[in-house]
């Protein structure tokens, strides 16, 4: 039971391949285990989880502040690698993961979560989520890619008494004592 456990553990929650924890099991706790024996069990999970993603994503769409995102990955198929986009919905203790092949309002509507919610979307400035934004209560850009932004233009220029500079870091470091003052809240 603890092999199956820890096997399950780490191919559902480790977010790493089959492969990769079959490998693990036998590497740190010397109980070698088959790719077949951890996709089994990731199958019984996923039987026993019916539901739950309905659930899951009813929460999120009633949560009064969302956070979404996605982001490209590389995935190795049969013939070739591919890339994927990995998507993530998140409202407090809730965290939603989707895979698609596009990045389109055709997979953010499939997931169904977005269509329908109505709340505070935190988000970053990608355009596929500005046809949400008439339904919303209110849109925040992401202060983690607004921080990225604001560094790259300020590297645009490597004269530090051009203008990127005099406006990029005292923008960027207000946000960061804002960020520290809600933290220490």
């Known amino acids: 039971p603890n092999v199956r456990a ?8 480790g977010h790493m391949s089959i492969e990769r924890a079959a490998d693990l099991m036998g590497v740190l706790l010397d109980a070698p285990v088959s790719t077949g024996f951890a996709g089994g069990l990731v199958k019984r999970v996923a039987a026993r989880l019916v539901g739950f993603e309905a659930l899951l ?3 999120l769409r009633t949560a009064p502040v969302m956070h979404h995102d996605e982001t490209p990955a590389r995935v190795a198929g049969d013939d070739a690698d591919r890339l994927l986009y990995i998507y993530t919905a ?6 939603w993961f989707g895979a698609a092949n596009n ?6 509507d499939a997931f169904a979560i977005l ?3 109505t709340g505070t979307l935190v ?4 355009a596929g989520y500005a046809k949400y934004d008439k339904h919303l209560t209110a849109v925040q850009l992401c202060c983690a890619h607004l921080l990225r932004s604001l560094r790259g233009i300020g590297e645009l220029d490597t004269d530090p008494y051009r203008i990127q500079r ?3 870091e ?9 960020k520290a003052a809600v933290d220490k809240a």
């Open 115 to 117: 269509p329908g919610f």
């Open 6 to 13: 820890a096997t399950a553990l780490l191919a559902c929650n």
């Open 57 to 59: 994503k009813d929460r």
């Open 166 to 168: 005099t406006w990029t």
């Open 103 to 108: 990045r389109g309002h055709a997979a953010l």
């Open 170 to 178: 005292p923008v960027a470091a207000a946000l960061l004592d804002a």
């Open 90 to 95: 998140r409202a407090d203790k809730l965290v």
């Open 123 to 126: 988000r970053d400035d990608y």
